[in-house]
């Protein structure tokens, strides 16, 4: 059976069908029945001499049928809600891996880079520390001159 809660949340859906359906009714015959189950098969049953258990019956056919529509409308929206987090999960995972992957590469390079000046420092020990203490006393005179003025 139709309830009141049921009629007044899907009002203007409902409505449009009802009018559609009872194609004997005018819009204004449904002005200020929102929600008044009773109201609303009142005027049907006077607009089209219907007996009212039928004009119920077919109100509950009709809000079986919104129900129904409703219901298939929430599962696609599940569906695509869930299609959506899985893609979104799996172009993370990728730039997760690709993040992964840039980090381990700049990571050999890094430690290249450090064996290489290992190794320059142990095959030239001496030129290594003139070198060093060369730049050393560059830098200070360039911070010298730059203090004082």
Known sequence: MVTREEIRGHWNELRGRIEKHWNQLSPHDLDGVEGETD????????????????????????????????ARATEKLGENFENTVNKTREQLQHASEAARAQYEHLNESMHKGYQQAEQTLRKNPVESVAVAFGTGLIAGVIVSLVWRR
């Not at 009142?42 to 004009?55: P, Y």
């Open 39 to 70: 109201k609303l098969v009142g005027k049907i049953q006077q607009k089209t001499g219907q007996a009212s258990t039928e004009i119920r019956q077919e109100l509950d056919c009709i809000v079986d049928e919104m129900s129904k529509s409703a």
